[in-house]
C-alpha cells in the first residue's frame, strides 16, 4: 500500500505539470501566426505530454486494483511502458519545435490610401535626419561639448 502523503504529493505534482503544459499550449497557440509549423510541432508535444500526465494521474488511482487482478510485476509493466511512450513521444515532439525551420518575416502589409508608412526613429544620441532644399548646403554642426571654452 502506497502511503497518503506520497500519492497526494505525486498527484500535486502531476496536476502541477498539467497546469504547466496547458498553459505551454495557449502560449504556443497565440504564437503560431509567428512560428508557424514549429507552433503547431510544439501544440502536439505539450497535447501528447498532458495526455501522459492524465494517464499518470490515472494510473496512480487505479494501480492496485490493476495489481490485484493481473499482477503486480504485468501490470506495472504495461502502465510503466504506456507512460514512457507519452514521455518520449512529447518530448520528441518539443524538441522537434525547437529545431524545426521558423516561417521567414512577412512583409508589412501595403498601407491604405492617404496613410504613411513610419518614420524610423534615429538611435539614441543621433539627430533626427533633416532633408536641406537644394542649393548652398550648410556644413554640419559639430557636436555641442560643454567643455569647450573657446568663444563661438
Do not use: K, Y
Not at 1 to 28: C, E, N, Q, Y
Not at 43 to 68: K, P, Q, S, W, Y
Not at 121 to 128: D, L, R, V
Request: charged fraction near 10%.
Amino acid at each position: 500500500m502506497i502511503s497518503t502523503s506520497f500519492a497526494i504529493v505525486t498527484i500535486a505534482g502531476l496536476i502541477l505539470l498539467s497546469v504547466l503544459l496547458v498553459g505551454g499550449i495557449i502560449m504556443m497557440a497565440m504564437r503560431r501566426r509567428d512560428h508557424g509549423r514549429a507552433s503547431v510541432i510544439g501544440i502536439m508535444g505539450c497535447v501528447v505530454l498532458l495526455v501522459g500526465t492524465v494517464f499518470n494521474i490515472a494510473r496512480g488511482l487505479v494501480d492496485e486494483a490493476v495489481a490485484d487482478l493481473v499482477g503486480l510485476a504485468p501490470a506495472l509493466t504495461i502502465s510503466n511502458t504506456i507512460s514512457l511512450l507519452f514521455n518520449l513521444t512529447g518530448t520528441a515532439l518539443l524538441i522537434g519545435a525547437v529545431v524545426t525551420r521558423r516561417n521567414p518575416q512577412q512583409p508589412a502589409p501595403p498601407q491604405g490610401p492617404g496613410r504613411q508608412p513610419p518614420q524610423q526613429q534615429p538611435e539614441w544620441g543621433q539627430p533626427p535626419f533633416q532633408q536641406q532644399p537644394p542649393g548652398r548646403q550648410n556644413p554640419p554642426n559639430p557636436p555641442f561639448n560643454p567643455w569647450d571654452t573657446r568663444p563661438s
